[in-house]
């Protein structure tokens, strides 16, 4: 009777284990399609190629067009790129930004720059082209008006009075970014767009510190993370290293002006970071301890714009000329000591003149 009831004790023991085998592996494939949505999300920053527009995806419709522009206008992001103030805006095409490099820093010479890299920036206005699509960020380069701004109001005894009035934007200070693609805008997702605008607008960023550090080299964002400064940084870097300096001193070295940039005060190290013009030229640190730190030698190379100095560019031979005939031209060699030569004197035979400008001299037989 006891070997009985052991072997239906076992006999249930091990229907119980099965039947909770068999349910974990039963439960283990309905719990995994619930791992899947919660990874697939947007993709990160720089993963275009993940999900690439196909080759030929159909033009895109009217309800993605309303879609796309109500995703992303009024949307605030920060800018990877400097941008040009006024109507010199960049343009877009497989991920290759114009203007760049020289005729780039030209722009944000001559215009002012509307957003410098790292900078928040606001998409204020979307609209879809034939082959591209135009983003304006900032306001734009013009000032759009409202629509009762155009109404004008006539009295019977009155002029004409415009409906908007005095704006104080009517010089608007933004910019624009054209994205073109090869024949025509295509049929995409929100996330496509965005990966698409990655090497210009960041939609990732969280504040405009991560959107600046992923602008420069690896090594300037590493020393960038560790408050260290590095010869060949510009201004900007050294202000995203270290803050603006309490102290600033400006110096003479020859005939080289330059700024001290002071940080720390003793008992702590105390850094001297001297710029010529925008440019790091030495780092000198002195240590708690009395130890003098130098360095000179140039640890980061960034791109510079090139020297360009007052050039001539070379006159064709029959070039036209507002001088005179018989006047000398520019090219002709003065005296060492930077007098003009003397005017031609006639020979005596001939009458001299005696009057005054536009007076005709005779000669008498």
């Known amino acids: 009777m006891e070997r009985l009831r052991v072997s239906a004790f076992l006999v249930s023991l091990f229907v119980v ?31 275009a190629a993940s999900n690439p527009i196909p080759a030929n995806a159909p033009h895109m419709s009217k309800q993605t067009r309303f879609e796309i522009i109500r995703d992303f206008e009024t949307q605030l992001v920060y800018a990877r790129a400097a941008f040009p103030m006024g109507t010199k805006g960049l343009k877009l095409k497989d991920g290759v930004i114009t203007p760049d490099g020289e005729e780039l820093r030209q722009a944000l010479a001559v ?29 734009g380069p013009v ?50 767009m965005r990966d698409l605008l990655f090497p210009v607008l960041d939609f990732n960023a969280k504040n405009k510190e991560q959107a600046y550090l992923d602008t420069v080299p690896p090594n300037v964002k590493e020393a960038i993370l560790e408050h260290h400064v ?11 290293a270290k803050g603006k300096p309490p102290k600033k001193v400006r110096e003479r070295d020859g005939e080289t002006e330059y700024e001290e940039w002071i940080y720390g005060d003793p008992p702590a190290d105390v850094d001297f970071v001297r710029l010529v013009g925008d440019e790091v030229v030495r780092v000198e640190t002195m ?8 360095r000179t030698e140039k640890e980061v190379i960034l791109e510079k714009p090139e020297n360009k100095e007052a050039k001539q560019e070379e006159r064709p031979a029959n070039a036209p000329s507002l001088r005179r005939p018989g006047e000398d031209s520019d090219d002709v060699a003065k ?23 536009g007076e005709i001299v005779t000669a008498s037989r």
């Open 17 to 47: 284990v099965s039947a909770i085998f068999i349910f974990g592996q039963s439960g283990s494939p309905s719990a995994q399609p619930s791992a899947v949505p919660a990874q697939s999300g947007p993709s990160q920053p720089g993963t």
């Open 335 to 357: 005296p060492a000591n930077g007098a003009a030569p003397m005017p031609p004197v006639p020979p005596p035979d001939l009458p001299q003149p005696s009057g005054g400008p």
């Open 230 to 240: 590095l010869v060949g940084m510009n201004q900007e870097m050294v202000i995203h």
């Open 143 to 192: 000032h759009r008006k409202k629509w009762y701004q155009h109404i004008e109001i006539a009295g019977s005894n009155a002029g004409m009075t415009p409906g908007g009035g005095n704006d104080p934007q009517a010089n608007p200070h933004g910019s624009f970014l054209d994205v073109y693609f090869d024949r025509y805008v295509p049929e995409l997702t929100a996330q496509q």
């Open 287 to 294: 240590k708690v301890g009395g130890q003098k730190v130098v």
């Open 111 to 139: 215009y002012g720059p509307a957003v410098k890299a790292g900078d928040p920036a606001h998409i204020s206005y979307v609209r879809i082209k034939d082959d591209h699509i135009h983003f304006e960020i900032n306001g």
